[in-house]
């Protein structure tokens, strides 16, 4: 092989090389290029993973703060509750001590504190007078009730199944009209003679359709004729306050004073 021949391949093998090293290069930076793109989009996800941390950690800490917050509303309602039901024992547990006797029941039935008082102590036969007696147990009851000024009272007044008497039918045509009658003039005794927020009362008549005894037999019909005053729990009172009775000691029938004497 001559030397021009020689110098012809070398100057291709040069070439070849140059070709070569470019190509490399030209991929080596592609590759470079590539890689730095994938560093970017890395480097980005990374400020959002850091940015949703950051705020997942905020909500986390306004959650836990709420939780807090929660907790202690729930052991300050727990603590009222507990308060509440003390304050309805000691309530029940006084009103025992001072009022129970073979006249005057006390009972508790779902959340309702309730003194039944046989008419007898409370009114004359077919009346809706209060009798001296039944002012004095009345304003023991009041004694009890302004100690616990946000308990809600009903005054319930009940009867046995005899008809009214002929001669005071034109004041008490049926039972209905006697019970709310009696329960009316409780209420208003106890607002105001005895001192109990009006607003606390209520009074319902229910004739006599809510026996507790035997109606066939004298003593039955005795336990019968009474005035229940029904204490409410707070919870109760919201419950009931849909189907609220006569408030403000008025009543739909007429309550007659005291200074007007009884029609025949």
Do not use: C
Request: charged fraction near 25%.
């Amino acid at each position: 092989m001559d030397r021009q021949t020689w110098a012809i391949a070398g100057i291709i093998t040069a070439v070849v090389l140059v070709i070569a090293g470019v190509v490399t290069i030209v991929g080596t930076n592609r590759q470079l290029s590539l890689q730095k793109a994938a560093l970017a989009d890395s480097a980005e996800a990374l400020k959002r993973s850091r940015a949703e941390l950051e705020r997942a950690e905020s909500e986390a800490s306004l959650l836990k703060e709420k939780l807090e917050q929660a907790g202690g509303r729930i052991s300050e309602l727990q603590q009222a509750n507990d308060q509440a039901a003390l304050s309805r024992r000691s309530l029940e547990d006084e009103m025992r001590a001072t009022l129970e006797s073979k006249d005057v029941t006390i009972s508790k039935l779902q959340g309702k504190l309730t003194v039944n008082i046989l008419d007898r102590v409370l009114f004359d036969s077919g009346e809706a007078y209060l009798k001296p007696d039944g002012e004095s147990v009345l304003r023991k009851v009041a004694g009890f009730l302004t100690q616990h000024p946000t308990l809600k009272v009903h005054v319930i007044g009940h009867t046995d199944n005899i008809p009214i008497k002929p001669s005071a039918r034109s004041r008490y045509p049926s039972n209905w009209e006697l019970s709310l009658a009696r329960a009316g003039a409780a209420v208003r005794f106890l607002s105001e003679q005895a001192g109990v927020d009006p607003h606390r009362l209520g009074a319902l008549g229910y004739g006599e359709f809510r026996p507790i005894a035997d109606n066939s037999t004298a003593e039955g019909r005795a336990r019968n004729r009474r005035i229940a005053i029904t204490v409410l729990s707070e919870e109760l009172a919201g419950a009931d306050s849909n189907v609220a009775p006569a408030t403000n000691a008025q009543s739909v029938f007429a309550v007659p004073k005291k200074s007007e004497p009884p029609k025949d």
